[in-house]
């Protein structure tokens, strides 16, 4: 196990353990940081078989700590998002959108790994049109799934929703991830080739 594994194990635990500590709701809790856990086990599993660009660990990574800091404090709740509300005199904390924004940013450039490397593609267009189509299918599916959570869990629904009365949530939240997607792929696709090029 090299050193670059080693912290980013230390970073993904340690950041793990502090958000598990004295969270706001420990139920809201366990349903933001989940999608970390399954995302880790994963990795885990595919470490050797298919290990990722470097690249892609540490958005991971990174992605795994907006989870997690959420699920601390709730999207609704996060302090350095509230200062930002008061002032910049918003209506609500965003935090949210950061995650929403994250959930574009970061599984574009995993489909976009996945689909090069497996060649599933022959044009870079179709594949580019593919990989942000999965984001928005992907996005419009974990907003059912906070809705059927919400349904069921009652008394957290709001926590774990975090719609702060805001009636275009879904769609806004929606709209970030493509724009993560977007932003993603124009900013990261020639490093991530280089990447490739190293990797292989």
Known sequence: MNVKTVLWLLTFFGVLLWSVINPKDLNTWFLEVFPALIGFGV???????????PLLYTLILFHSI?????GHYTYAEVPLFD????????????YD?????????????????ITLRKKV????????????????????????????????????AEAFLGTQGYVWDTQSDMAW???GAIIGLLLLSKYHDRELEKLF
């Not at 950061?98 to 790994?113: D, K, M, N, S, Y």
């Open 43 to 53: 990795l885990a599993w595919t470490y050797k078989s298919f290990p990722l660009t």
């Open 177 to 179: 991830a493509l724009f």
């Open 121 to 156: 593609f022959k044009s870079r267009g179709w594949m580019n049109f593919f990989i942000v189509s999965f984001v928005l299918a992907f996005s419009a599916f974990y907003e059912l799934v906070e809705w059927t959570v919400a349904m069921i869990s009652g008394e957290g």
């Open 83 to 94: 200062t930002l509300k008061e002032m910049f005199d918003m209506s609500r904390n965003n």
């Open 97 to 113: 959108k950061v995650g929403h924004f994250t959930q574009g940013f970061v599984p574009v450039l995993i489909a976009r790994e």
């Open 66 to 70: 907006v989870l997690m800091v959420g």
